[in-house]
């Protein structure tokens, strides 16, 4: 005996022609970040940054308390946004404009919004591109975070016919006045060991570049509780039902979990840039996937001294991620070719940011 069930819809997520410019989008489930949220964060990425590591060395640079890693804030942010943006995604494709403008705390909540400022339907006639501009607020209504990204998101019926693009001036980059500093922060009496007594900002010059060495392999159960830890509920990265029957035939790592591992590793070398200020732009090159040796690589691209501050500067860097490879073996890590910027199939992640580093 067969029972007929009568299934009811439950949400699908938006599609890319269920998107507006100019639309809204006030994304549910507001986050409280724990302190077990920060430690499970360093459980995953290993990274060692001491200031989030010690309430002592906290207290020092001018924190009551510890606080939150501002890629783990960036990664709940984002998190907040997939239901609404990225559920259908193919791929999270990059990001420009990324500030952020105050500290979070464990104990502090998340919410995020986010307005439509761009689409572009792809020539395949099956996806699009959908740029969202989304800000974080705490609990006080105070903007921590704002950031653009841009995500490649699959059509729900090839046939229709979608309007002609509509694309956004993105900024190529966060000046030095947009970024904000603490208002707390001085790395006057910054300790030394707690950085294992590496370069500071008054050491490095404009193009050194800094293989880090060290490598993470990705394990199934880190990436994927990682990805778990910021509530992006993106099907590519937990579905393997589903992706048996995609290209890789693969679950995607979150882009933003290479990110992690990047800026873990490049603590060897770069231990006392000890807070993220901007991201100016971001690309993930080419995907990962569980199994993958991730190494980084820093190359200093600016310095700039802050007008009377003598204990910090800004370093922006451009930052790469590669997989399963050492840039000394490769041929070459990017080239153009017809005017357009190409990755070796290795690179994952090429990233341009700023870290407030002691001086």
Request: with cysteine; glycine share 6%; aromatic share 8%.
């Amino acid at each position: 005996m067969t029972i007929q069930t009568n299934y009811l819809p439950t949400p699908t997520g938006l599609y890319f022609e269920d998107f507006a410019v100019g639309q809204p989008l006030v994304h549910g489930v507001p986050r409280t970040i724990t302190e077990a949220d920060c430690t499970l964060y360093t459980a995953l990425t290993g990274s060692r940054f001491a200031l989030h590591c010690a309430k002592t060395v906290a207290n020092v640079v001018g924190f009551a308390q510890m606080p939150v890693d501002n890629f783990l804030l960036f990664h709940i942010a984002f998190g907040k946004t997939v239901n609404d943006v990225s559920l259908n995604a193919v791929a999270n494709l990059g990001y420009a404009e990324v500030t952020f403008k105050r500290p979070a705390f464990a104990g502090d909540t998340i919410k995020v919004v986010s307005e439509v400022i761009g689409l572009k339907e792809n020539s395949n006639g099956k996806t699009g591109v959908v740029y969202v501009h989304s800000t974080a607020v705490n609990q006080d209504d105070h903007i921590v975070l704002s950031f653009k990204r841009w995500v490649m998101v699959h059509k729900k019926d090839v046939h229709t016919k979608c309007p002609a693009p509509q694309l956004p001036e993105l900024a190529s980059e966060v000046t030095a006045t947009q970024q904000v500093i603490p208002a707390q922060m001085n790395l006057a009496d910054w300790p030394d060991y707690a950085s294992d007594s590496q370069l500071k900002a008054s050491d490095f010059n404009v193009g050194d570049t800094y293989f880090h060495r060290d490598g993470i392999t990705i394990n199934d159960s880190d990436h994927s509780l990682a990805t778990r830890l910021y509530q992006n509920n993106a099907r590519v990265h937990f579905d393997q039902h589903m992706m048996d029957n995609s290209k890789h035939g693969k679950r995607l790592v979150y882009g933003g979990h290479i990110i992690s591992l990047c800026r873990a590793l490049s603590y060897n070398g770069l231990g006392n840039g000890i807070w993220l200020s901007a991201i100016h732009s971001g690309s993930h090159c080419n995907p990962s996937f569980a199994g993958d040796t991730i190494y980084a690589q820093s190359s200093i691209l600016e310095i700039t001294d802050v007008a009377e501050r003598d204990d910090l500067a800004l370093v922006k860097i451009n930052m790469l991620g590669i997989k399963n490879n050492n840039p000394e073996q490769m041929e070459y890590l990017t080239q153009t070719i017809d005017g357009r910027k190409k990755y070796h199939s290795d690179v994952v992640l090429d990233l341009v940011l700023t870290i407030i580093m002691v001086k």
